[in-house]
């Protein structure tokens, strides 16, 4: 079982400060800081109905799964990129690079760190209508 709490923006970046490679959640950041290395069983290795399908990318931190083949694009100095969700990775259509975030996609394309749910990068959904992904969090 997760829960949430509420941190203010100083906290938030200074968990975020500590990450080392690999950490992709602030959960993470925080067992090991915090020695809780090992998860519990209740957060790992549980098959449920609710468990994101095969293939894709799931983001966890956002609980938001991207169907193998889903595509995303955004528009940058007036030049479009695409990537598209292929076995567990990003996979950028110009360059054929692969990426397990969309974060790490984003930081080839764009000069600094920028909030990839801040509307930039859209899909277009099954009416045809461009839609942004952050509509896709829960």
Same mark, same amino acid.
């Given at each position: 079982m997760?829960?949430?709490i509420?941190?203010?923006?100083d ?26 290395a090992?998860?519990s ?5 549980? #098959?449920?109905? +609710?468990?994101p399908? /095969? *293939?894709g ?6 609980n938001?799964h991207?169907?193998e083949?889903?595509?995303?694009f955004?528009t ?5 990129f695409k990537?598209r ?5 990003w ?5 054929g690079?692969?990426?397990?975030t969309?974060? #790490?996609?984003n +930081?080839?394309?764009? /000069? *600094?760190p920028?909030?990839?749910?801040n509307?930039n990068w859209k899909y277009r ?14």
């Amino acid at each position: 079982m997760t829960r949430t709490i509420s941190v203010s923006t100083d906290v938030f970046a200074a968990i975020w400060a500590c990450r080392q490679d690999g950490e992709e959640t602030e959960e993470a950041i925080l067992r090991r800081l915090l020695g809780r290395a090992k998860a519990s069983s209740s957060l790992v290795d549980v #098959q449920s109905d +609710d468990a994101p399908a /095969a *293939g894709g990318v799931h983001d966890t931190r956002n609980n938001v799964h991207f169907p193998e083949g889903f595509e995303v694009f955004r528009t940058y100095k007036r030049q479009e990129f695409k990537a598209r969700a292929q076995a567990g990775a990003w996979v950028r259509e110009d360059t054929g690079e692969r990426f397990p975030t969309l974060n #790490q996609l984003n +930081d080839t394309i764009t /000069a *600094g760190p920028e909030n990839i749910w801040n509307g930039n990068w859209k899909y277009r959904a099954a009416n045809g209508k461009l839609r942004s992904i952050n509509d896709l969090r829960s």
